[in-house]
């Protein structure tokens, strides 16, 4: 198989090489974050390397297993999303920050952005936003875009 742009199963275009975009979960909520695996792994785009209660077992793991994409909630006691999301770039610039948040908490997405993190998803979104959201994140990572590029014009 090539690194040309495929469409997997669900219908989603897998617009990098053959390999799935590697997510980490990090929310306080053991139930959000099953939730958001379950509907994650329906898709062969994407492979679930970890999850987190915590923004520090977050940092811990993101060292690790190096992701392409945490899925960040703002809603944490351990650090802000700012402090979480500046360490997990300064072990891996490479990694991307994609902040899912509620609607109210505007102010502490836009510092996590300054900080670092790539987008936002709210928790009010379908599961279509939230895999479009992860795509568009792994296709605008430096690392990718190039490849992305490339698999274009073959």
Partial sequence: MSNKSEESESGETMAHTRRPIR?????KHTMFREGI???LQQSTAIKIVGEAAT?????NLAGRVHPDIVLMDTDRT????PQATQKIRAIDPHIQVLIVSLEENEQQVLRCLRAGAIGCVRKENRQPQLRAAINTAFIC???NSS???SAKSA
């Fill in 78 to 81: 351990d650090l802000s999303g």
């Fill in 147 to 149: 490849r992305v590029r």
């Fill in 141 to 143: 990572a430096p690392r």
């Fill in 23 to 27: 997510v980490l979960i990090c929310n």
């Fill in 37 to 39: 695996k379950a509907l």
């Fill in 55 to 59: 923004a520090k077992r977050a940092i």
